[in-house]
């Protein structure tokens, strides 16, 4: 079993800057694949980003290419999401989620996490 915790969410204005860390424990992430979720209010889930259980593949949503940066740090069983530029359309509930040796994707993952709110003032 892997617990998932979001954190580093808030409020920051448009054009601004968050981190979200995504802790993992009661097992090692370094088998897992990872990803990150978003659910604004109203709508459905949508992907994010995801990153190989090495690090190796990355794959980003087209809305935040290029603003967007999903990172792991295994020997912290940590994934973190840096977010720049933000807009108003990114405001959501961010979710992290763990697929075991393979990619996580918004159908197929193992775990995820409560999730953490973000809000983007314009």
């Known amino acids: 079993q892997v617990q998932l915790v979001e954190s580093g969410g808030g409020l920051v204005e448009s054009g601004g800057s968050l981190r979200l860390s995504c802790a993992a424990s009661g097992r090692t992430l370094s088998r897992y694949g990872m990803a990150w979720f978003r659910q604004a209010p109203g709508k459905e889930h949508e992907f994010v980003a995801t990153?190989?259980?090495?690090?190796?593949?990355?794959d980003y949503a087209d809305s935040v290419k290029g603003r967007f940066t999903i990172s792991r740090l295994n020997a912290k069983n940590t994934v973190y999401l840096q977010m720049n530029s933000l807009k108003s359309e990114d405001t959501a509930v961010y979710y992290c989620a763990a697929k075991r040796w393979g990619l996580a994707t918004l159908n197929d993952y193992d775990y995820r996490g409560q999730g953490t709110q973000v809000t983007v003032s314009s």
């Open positions: 990153i190989s259980w090495s690090g190796g593949s990355i």
